[in-house]
């Protein structure tokens, strides 16, 4: 494997100094994985627990911030979940691990690591703008060297890696399901909105998209997929977009294809921990597996993360999901 950062003899000597032998080995982990990773956050990841911590990961010649929160209950040796949260676009991480989407409180109470990764600088952005964007076809690679990295650094259970993301960040997670090698990994998702196909208005003979993992050979896990009914970017019943620039798939269709991709045809009502009165959502489980895709629809949710407790849903339905 070629080297991508060498450090200097001095380098070395300072780092071996200043680290505990446990924090020296963590560091020699995460370089050999192609991370590039400052003195201060080296000690973090091996001896900050409950709080978040932001490394730098190298990949393909590109770095890219990384923020982890690692429960304080976490010990070395013992196999704990891990969990992807993946912003929309025209956003940063900074968005997912804020307090009010409750994934740090969840991975503190549950006992899991929860990773915050930034997408690519939009083009065009100005500089030091958040714009950050998944769209990038590389970002599929990298999500799968992020569980390599974090496997290799901490005591994963490899049955239990999870995904959550909004828009953009949905999109990519539907993209990571329908990967043959990727998908294997992953034991259940759960998104709020984000497509999973349609196509560009202009020019008006753009080929039509869709995901669809039945097709590409993705391994079936389990997912929960909410949808605001006052979501113009994303509209419940398919169609043109705010702006006029796409035709999207509707979120039945959505639902449809992981209802065919698990092989579930028959669903029931259920009521979704942490949500009010008003989300009507639909359970969908193949009895033989154990998959399951639950449909929820928020009439009052626009192109938006819920003010509800949504990770309490997310939580109980990746607690009864079936792992890898």
Known sequence: MKNKMIPTIALRARLLERFTSRTTACFLLMLCAGLLITAHAGEACAQTQGTIQTITVRFRGVDRPVSLYVPTSYASGTPIPLLFALHGGSGDASVMYDPDKRITEFAESEGFIAVFPNGLNRPGAPAGSINYYWEDPVNKPYMNHLIDLMQGTFTIDAG?????????????????????????????????????????????????????????GGVPMSAL???????????????????????????????????????????????????????????????????TVISAIDPALAHRWPEWNYMEAVWDFFDHAPTR
């Open 160 to 216: 239990r890696i999870y995904f959550v993301g909004f828009s953009g960040g949905a999109k990519l997670i539907y993209g990571l399901a329908a990967d043959p090698q990727i998908s294997a990994r992953i034991a259940a998702i759960a998104t709020v909105a984000g497509g999973i196909g349609g196509k560009s208005t202009e020019p008006a003979t753009s080929q039509w998209e869709v995901i669809d993992p039945s097709i590409s």
């Open 225 to 291: 997929l909410l949808q605001g009914s006052n979501d113009v970017r994303f509209p419940e019943q398919g169609g043109f977009d705010d702006d006029f620039e796409r035709i999207g798939a509707s979120f039945q269709m959505k639902v449809d294809i992981w209802r065919l991709f698990i092989n579930a045809r028959t669903g029931s009502s259920v009521t979704l921990l942490g949500a009010p009165p008003r989300v009507a959502s639909t359970r969908y489980t193949n009895t033989t597996t154990g998959h």
